[in-house]
């Protein structure tokens, strides 16, 4: 029998894996341990952010990819006494927003020593939503994304709708819900453990009660807010052996350490009443991989306890990209 000729002469042999039978595996010997560390504030925890937290410096490297934010929160209202109370039954329209335990932050910065290496502006809510509804399948979206308050919604600002109802219920009669969310930022989506002996600090900007919290009953004039009792972080810690940490101490002395970053960034302009086009200048210095476009309303944008601000609007009939001198290279029509 003859054996299967080679695609091309500089075609490498090779052989099934499912034959190696007289090898193992190999074995991990740069780790010692892992382990998650717990973070609290730098100060105690009011209802004004920002929340500041810091990562001090010691010898064991950082896996940023394994950042969490814990928070304990409940929804209050303001009685007539003038004192905020503890939700009843009878509020039972009121809740959060889609995936409360990312769109709390209105705003992410970290700073790694003395430089700040990543900033997500006050859209951070928008990449949150963005990202999860693009990236994660819908047994994922109905399971794993429960942790961080997601409950898939099919009507926007719709009394019925069965994500409302059940992001009002895990806030009914003044209960206390717990979310745990990965935190979302450039550093921290690349697999590289971040060196030891650095710094790293961590400033979160709570959005405004009136954009994460929904209230679509009528006639409900009561004034709500959204109470945080706890809010910590986690960061995974990894431990290296000695001997490999001192090879990488030498190497640092001849190079810098290299780590690969896709940015994302997340802006804003306004469409005023009545027109139907616009030119905005998004990007300057590079050429982005993918660009997502959506529509809300300005109120809803801007923090409206009656309305969603993930309702996005079908309004774009076509996009022009172009890059600097007014190359055009794209033209996109959508319906």
Not at 89 to 109: R, W, Y
Not at 273 to 300: D, H, M, W
Not at 305 to 322: A, C, E, R, T, V
Request: net charge neutral.
């Amino acid at each position: 029998m003859s054996c299967p000729k080679q695609i091309n002469e500089n075609s490498p042999l090779a052989l099934n894996s499912a034959l190696s039978i007289f090898s193992v595996p190999p074995t991990n010997v740069s780790v010692v341990r892992s382990f998650f560390r717990e973070i609290l504030p730098l100060s105690t925890i009011t209802q004004d952010s920002p929340y500041l937290f810091r990562l001090f410096s010691d010898n064991l490297w950082t896996d940023l990819s394994r950042t969490y934010l814990y928070l304990e929160l409940s929804i209050e209202k303001l009685g007539t006494n003038g004192k905020w109370v503890d939700i009843e039954a009878i509020d039972n329209n009121i809740g959060s927003i889609q995936g409360i335990g990312q769109t709390f932050v209105q705003q992410l910065k970290v700073t790694v020593g003395n430089t700040e290496v990543y900033d997500s502006g006050t859209l951070y809510p928008y990449k949150a939503y963005i990202t999860n509804e693009l990236s994660f399948p819908d047994n994922v979206k109905s399971h794993f994304l429960a942790s961080i308050g997601y409950y898939r919604s099919e009507k926007h600002d719709d009394p019925t709708d069965d994500g409302f109802k059940n992001r009002c219920s895990i806030f009914a009669n003044g209960k206390r819900s717990q979310f745990l969310s990965r935190l979302d930022f450039d550093l921290g989506n690349q697999e590289l453990f971040l060196l030891n002996n650095l710094d790293i600090h961590f400033s979160i900007y709570k959005s405004k009660d009136a954009f994460i919290l929904q209230n679509i009953k009528e006639g409900d004039n009561n004034q709500y807010r959204l109470y945080v009792h706890d809010v910590k972080l986690f960061s995974k810690m990894v431990e290296v052996q000695p001997s490999l940490n001192m090879n990488i101490y030498k190497t640092l002395e001849s190079k810098p350490a290299t780590y690969a970053v896709r940015r994302t960034e997340m802006k804003s302009t306004y469409l005023t009443s009545g027109r139907t086009e616009i030119e905005y200048n998004a990007f300057s210095s590079a050429i982005p991989r993918r660009i997502t476009v959506a529509l809300v309303s300005n109120k809803a944008f801007n923090g409206n306890i009656s309305l969603s601000p993930f309702n996005f609007k079908p309004l774009i009939l076509g996009i022009s990209l172009f890059i600097l001198a007014g190359i055009f290279i794209l033209w996109s029509l959508t319906s």
